[in-house]
């Protein structure tokens, strides 16, 4: 059988669990059905540390020239982790530096099957979580006060204008600071990106901040969201039947619950975050979310919601069988596989893309899963297997498909 021939993807290596997964994905399904065109790029972190972490801005750079990225899931060093691999200096989030350099918007959906019904039972359809992937806390200066003090927010205008000065707090002991920001220009790429997929998938868009509080801050972001909505596509919303929704988070957040699912929710970047792992999470797991990262530039790059599986890789090292369920990384080839397919009128490989999809659900609805499925699943005939096993079963559907 000829293999499907492609261009160029950049792939994006990782840490620890998801590593290994990553190589048994590509040898068990994917290498054998299609000839990987892939640019190489190792993002675990003894690279990222032997780099200075310059891999990490080369990887990102390499997805604004071939528009597609798919990226295993990577280490963010804390303290523990530092002492842990001996590294030079807590290094930054991976995702945070790809994200900064495409000002990109991270979409996250569940994966359904009906095997696995969500925690919240009125939940019958899937919620897009939309988070803006750019700067706020992830890009946030911070400083360890030390003693007693005033602290300040200065800003110069670079136009020669007059020092602009405010008082944050005046320190009577110590304590911590932080600076974030954003910019107007990513707020708005942020809101057309949200209005452009709400319409791509028909569904009503929700954006929450919390303005009230944050007068200025959450405020700018409320201005112009709602600003490029009424500007550029209120009437394309309304020809679509389709709604924009504007309410504070912590409301948002009783109606997401009490919701039948449906919509896409437009957060900010750490909002983003935390919900995107709550409602993945609700569904059922954190390993059936798809995640990909768009750039208002036209690049894409897909990864698992998820992180490296620690406990898992413990056991992996000392020689045990485990059952890490792989199914948001195969969602991540599949997803930059049928973008790449798109991009170069390439319909062979967006047909695998799309059948490898269908195969690995379809084992699900089989019954054989991996054990954080297993643990929730419906039906009396459920067989939880190990990692190896799952994807064999995924390969053999695929080839009675």
Known sequence: MEKIRMNPIVEIDGDEMTRV??????EELLEPYVALNTEYYDLGIQKRDETDDQITVAAAEAIKEYHVGVKCATITPNAQRVEEFGLKKMWPSPNGTIRAALDGTVFRAAILTSRIKPYIRTWTKPITVARHAYADVYKATEYRVPGP??????????????EVRQTIYDYECPGVLQGTYNKDSSICSFARACCEYALSVCQDLWFSTKD?????YDQTFKLLFQKIYEEEYKEKFEKAGITYFYTLIDDAVARVVRSEGGFVWALKNYDGDVMSDMVSTAFGSLAMMTSCLVSPDGNFEYEAAHGTVTRHYHRYLQGESTSTNPIATIFAWTGALNKRGELDGNEALCAFAKKLEAAALATIESGIMTKDLAEISEGDDVRCVDTAEFLRAIRTQYEAL
């Open 149 to 162: 003090g005033k602290a300040e927010l200065l800003f110069t205008p670079a136009d020669g204008g007059p």
């Open 212 to 216: 009230t509080i944050s007068k200025q």
């Open 21 to 26: 997964i990553w190589k048994m994905i590509k």
